[in-house]
């Protein structure tokens, strides 16, 4: 291990931090609080960071449970460099399985989003409830966020492979947010030094270029459990008409949309956005 990874690994950890073997892979996760388990996935660029203000707001009236998945945050790229959707949600299954959780409410960000979905269509009798925040799944070329467009660009995705530059970091940063006023340089540095750790970029284009994606929302209709779904109107990255996209597919939806929000009110709004997800868990049906 070289020093600067011990020393992403110092920083972003904490008594919570934990690590756990699948598949040979060392996983990260974080488990607290009290409760019905809430398991947290968060999005593309991401770590399980980006739910510290849920964890915060809900740890005392759920277990809270969230994990890298793989190629992003402390987890880094899995042994046999597969990054398929499928992949991902067996990756949650088996964190689950290990800390022995029958069922859950299962929220998502964005790509966390999507694995949610998917998770919910695979295993339905582990899910009471599903949350989708700024989700991905919509395959068409405007619900791709600019990472991913850049990522397939010949001469970008070169220089991503080693490094990307910490104002390009900045920029996608100052994307996801609808109020730039809240984004401090903590925070951009937790984005830049995460999704540089160990070998997360070259993971992030082998996952954008040689994985096969397949559209499976046309079986959204089968999710059964109640769903929240959860946008951001300033989102720039998933436009906001893939929302009513969602709540059209799934029976059981309903929507609730953020004002002066960009494409993770989880982050961006933590306090309100984790109120509703409390009304949303303890209440009945929809």
Not at 59 to 87: N, S
Not at 123 to 143: N, Q, T, W
Not at 157 to 176: M, P, T
Request: with cysteine; proline share 5%.
């Amino acid at each position: 291990m070289t020093t600067l990874m011990a020393s992403t690994l110092s920083k972003y950890t904490n008594e919570q931090s934990r690590f756990v073997v699948v598949d040979g892979n060392l996983v990260h996760y974080r488990d607290e609080g009290k409760g019905y388990p809430l398991v947290c996935l968060h999005g593309a660029f991401a770590s399980l960071h980006t739910f510290d203000g849920w964890a915060e707001a809900l740890k005392d009236d759920f277990r809270i449970i969230r994990l890298d998945m793989y190629g992003f945050g402390l987890t880094g790229a899995p042994q046999d460099g597969t990054y398929t959707i499928e992949k991902q949600v067996e990756l949650v299954y088996k964190v689950l399985s290990i800390l022995k959780v029958k069922k859950c409410v299962i929220a998502g960000n964005s790509l966390g989003g999507w694995v949610s979905w998917e998770f919910c269509l695979k295993y339905p009798k582990m899910v009471r409830k599903l949350i989708l925040v700024d989700s991905a799944g919509f395959l068409e070329m405007e619900s791709i966020p600019l990472p991913f467009k850049m990522a397939r660009t010949p001469f970008l995705n070169k220089v991503i492979k080693y490094v990307i530059k910490r104002n390009i970091l900045e920029q996608f940063v100052y994307q996801v947010y609808g109020e730039p006023e809240k984004i401090t340089t903590e925070l951009i540095d937790r984005y830049y030094d995460l999704f540089n750790h160990d070998n997360n970029p070259k993971a992030f284009l082998e996952f954008v270029n040689k994985t096969e994606f397949i559209d499976h929302t046309a079986q959204l209709k089968n999710i059964k459990c109640p769903t929240l779904i959860m946008w951001g109107e300033e989102d720039q990255w998933i436009p906001i008409d893939y929302a009513h996209r969602f709540l059209e597919k799934i029976p059981k939806a309903r929507l609730v949309i953020y004002e002066h929000t960009g494409h993770i009110p989880m982050e961006e709004i933590p306090e309100i956005s984790a109120a509703e997800v409390k009304r949303f868990i303890f209440g009945g049906g929809k």
